[in-house]
């Protein structure tokens, strides 16, 4: 398994903009699906973004297409997450998470076997 650390959460205006970053440990890294989820406070962890192992494709859940950013540099073993124009909606705690075997397009939790221990982020109307 890889090992993930997040950083770069915090408190922001809404409108305002955060860049999420991910380190990845091991020398697989670019053998990963990586892919980004949310977490807010009573609710269920859910799909935001993901970028293929190459880094050339992604997707997006819709309610953040055309706001956020995900991008990889598997030189460096990172995947960032640039968040604009950011919501209330957009509060939680994001995770990091890799893929070993899951096939293009998933989303579901069940097949990230690899996560962060999250970062905070907070939006503030």
């Known amino acids: 398994q890889v090992q993930l650390v997040e950083s770069g959460g915090g408190l922001v205006q809404a409108g305002g903009s955060l860049r999420l970053s991910c380190a990845a440990s091991?020398?697989?890294?670019?053998?990963?699906?990586m892919g980004w989820f949310r977490q807010a406070p009573g609710k269920e962890r859910e799909f935001v973004a993901a970028?293929?192992?190459?880094?050339?494709?992604?997707y997006y859940d819709d309610s953040v297409k055309g706001r956020f950013v995900i991008s990889r540099d598997n030189a460096k073993n990172t995947v960032n997450l640039q968040m604009n124009s950011l919501k209330p909606e957009d509060m939680a705690v994001y995770y990091c998470?890799?893929?070993?075997?899951?096939?293009?397009?998933?989303?579901?939790?069940?097949?990230?076997?690899?996560w962060g221990q999250g970062t905070q982020v907070t939006v503030s109307s």
């Open positions: 091991g020398r697989t890294f670019s053998s990963y699906l």
């Open positions: 970028v293929s192992r190459a880094g050339g494709r992604t």
């Open positions: 998470a890799a893929a070993a075997a899951a096939g293009w397009g998933t989303r579901r939790t069940a097949d990230f076997g690899s």
